[in-house]
């Protein structure tokens, strides 16, 4: 139960419905008893009757006495129907608060999961995979709810109704109530290894189920690489054998599941023999009355949920304890990015990097090794080198994804540690090399970063990036609504897009991160031209493979395994004839080899 403990908080903050469910269940519990006693003083009153009828019928008097005889017992009947009709209405409101406060928690602890996933940084979604994120805030949740609502409202109504119906049935019979209990604790035990298989056997199916989503999800999502290998068929194979693994563990729990109730009515078959038989011999020696027997069998029925129950509940338990451990190991994850000074100012945008070294903490491999650069607000700086370079690991750094391992990154003369993280990020325009767009409209994937949708500002930022024309060319324009992950676009238009959303809120530091690889070299130079305009003034970071991209830098610095291996402007860097010169060399050959 130790998990457990961190939901009191929950508990704490909605006591007045728990509060409320427990006076309900009090309630709706005395409206079970009260017809069990009712039966009792009725079937008594009809055999007590009878013996005094029979004398009056045959002195004449039978139909008044039958009269009054037929109002009592539809009296008796009336009286069970409101007491059933009232328990019926105090479980509604049990369900009413305590189910109704447990979606309230489910809606809480969902919120707060994503709130801290949203806080956690950048390693943290390196090192968990995305479905084990979602099946932790979705499934793990749902099954602390279990605990919450069901778990808790039939705990309370074992811990409420045992009690009374014992006391009930002690002060009535002691000897009848142990015997008519004895089957009761062997039910439960049972229901407890039962429910245990089934639950055993419900994770397999998930698990089965969850690797038979996965694969159809690759399926389509991968459907045009299956038809242009002509793998169809083979894919419709392995789907069958997926899905027969699926039907066997299905049937398997189908089994179990079978036995479930045959084993609780077989139990309460013999508790109810057991009371008819040694009840049947207390009447037979006029200890009890016939009323007696009933109202015994009655209880018995009672308790036979709440004690059937007991180990569903100590399953349900078990299973959120198991789920909370989860949910708390990521609630516990500590972002250890944090601001020193939370600073909140207009940044100008110099920017000096001083014997930065980096390695990823997931991985443990050295991205980065001692680089130092500056750049002066409104200069632009080119950092070129070929995939593995440690480039994006750069661009990571300023954006305070991660703190550096040694060196120190500032900007305006102040390390970048003091400013308050959003504030700092808000100021910066990111492309990110892997583009990233939402399933919305184009209009609402440019204007994702400002706060206020200006159609004018989208506008702009769409021309900026010369994606514009594209987009007004769609019978929607900017209505347009893409697909997943923006499969809507082309590989390009997607790239000018993400640069149109960083452009549409006017970062004081643009950084552009490989963002041009999947355009043309002539849209490349338009897309620069106009970029030359919006980087005028603003801090400027292009990273890229491509040194056309780099070449109209104020300063370029080349990376190759994590260390500068040489800086300059474009004209020093050629003159140097280096490693520069020749990707430049090798690219402009290339370019002229692939025009038409």
Known sequence: MKPLWRLNKYLLKYKGLLLLGIVFTVISNIFVIIPAQLVRLAIDYVVESLTIYRPLQLGGMGEPAKEIFLKSVFVFGILILVMALLRGFFLFLIRQT??????????????????????LPLSFYRKNSTGDLMARITEDVSRVRMYLGPAIMYGLNLLILFPLVITYMLMINPVLTLYSLLPLPI??????????????????????????????????????????????????????TASEDYKIKSIRLTKVNALFFPLIMALVGISTIITVYVGGLQVINGEIGYGVIAEFILYVNMLTWPVTSLGWITSIVQRAAASQTRINEFLDEKNDIVSSENLKTEIQGTIEVSNLTFVYPDSGIKALDQISFKIKGGQTLGIIGTTGSGKSTVANLLMRMYDPSEGGISIDGKPISSYDISDLRRQIGYVPQDVFLFSDTIGNNIAFGIDTADEAIIHQAAKDADVY?????????????????????SGGQKQRVSIARA??????????????????TKTENVILSALKKIMKDRTSIIISHRVSSAKLADQIIVLNDGRIIESGNHDSLM??????????????QASETTEP
């Open 575 to 588: 003159e140097l004839g280096g490693v520069y010169a020749e990707l430049y060399e090798k690219q402009t």
């Open 469 to 489: 024309q594209n987009i007004v060319d769609f019978p929607k324009g900017f209505e347009t609504m893409l697909g997943e992950r923006g499969i809507t676009l």
């Open 187 to 240: 039910l439960s035990l049972s229901i407890y290894f039962v429910n245990n298989m089934i639950n055993e056997r419900s994770e397999k199916i998930q698990r089965s189920l969850s690797g038979l989503s996965t694969f159809v999800q690759e399926a389509f999502s991968g459907i045009r690489v299956l038809k242009a290998f002509v793998r169809e068929s083979d894919s419709a194979n392995d789907f069958a």
């Open 503 to 520: 452009i549409a809120r006017s970062p004081k530091i643009l950084i552009l991160d490989d963002c041009l690889s999947a355009v043309d």
């Open 98 to 119: 305590i189910i109704i406060m447990s979606r309230k928690i489910e809606f809480d602890m969902k919120s707060e999961i994503y709130e801290h996933y949203q806080s």
